[in-house]
């Protein structure tokens, strides 16, 4: 299941230029952010939340 996450994870593409999406990750989220600051994306798994940032939509 935790792999399955991960290589998802590192498959994501940005929306708008298609450059994979960096990720990091701490305690509480995981962050995926578009190298060009088109796309953000954060992951609280322990919340079950997930917020999605889209400055060009
Ligand atoms: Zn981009």
Known sequence: MMLILLKRMFENKC???????????DVLCYIKICPHGHYKEETYPTLGVKIVYNPSK
């Open 15 to 25: 929306p708008e230029c298609k450059e994979t999406l960096s990720c990091e990750n």
